[in-house]
């Protein structure tokens, strides 16, 4: 099993950053896809960015590309989402997921395990 810990959530206004950090446990992630899904009240879960395995391949949503960027430390078993930039339709409960598949995929249904989230909330 692993489990899956974000941090770095908080209130920031609008044209600020913030730093999500995704921690992993139970067993190493340097060989899962990580990727970083959010979901605003009232809307269903959407796809943020994916990051494969060895950190070579990202993709983003439409709506934060150029402004968010994923990295991963696999010696300490982290995953970042590193926010620039941020809007107030960037507010929303930022979930970390792992799949043990080596594609990244933007798709909820292909992750295996999920962390609790982390709320980001950013103030116009």
């Known amino acids: 099993q692993v489990q899956l810990v974000e941090s770095g959530g908080g209130l920031v206004q609008a044209g600020g950053s913030l730093r999500l950090s995704c921690a992993a446990s139970?067993?190493?992630?340097?060989?899962?896809?990580m990727g970083w899904f959010r979901q605003a009240p009232g809307k269903e879960r959407e796809f943020v960015g994916v990051i494969t395995w060895s950190g070579g391949d990202t993709y983003y949503a439409d709506s934060v590309k150029g402004r968010f960027t994923i990295s991963r430390d696999n010696a300490k078993n982290t995953v970042n989402l590193q926010m620039n930039s941020l809007k107030p339709e960037d507010t929303a409960v930022y979930y970390c997921?792992?799949?043990?598949?080596?594609?990244?995929?933007?798709?909820?249904?292909?992750?295996?395990?999920w962390g609790q989230g982390t709320q980001v909330t950013v103030s116009s």
């Open positions: 139970g067993r190493t992630v340097s060989t899962y896809t």
């Open positions: 997921a792992a799949s043990t598949k080596a594609v990244a995929d933007i798709s909820e249904y292909e992750y295996d395990y």
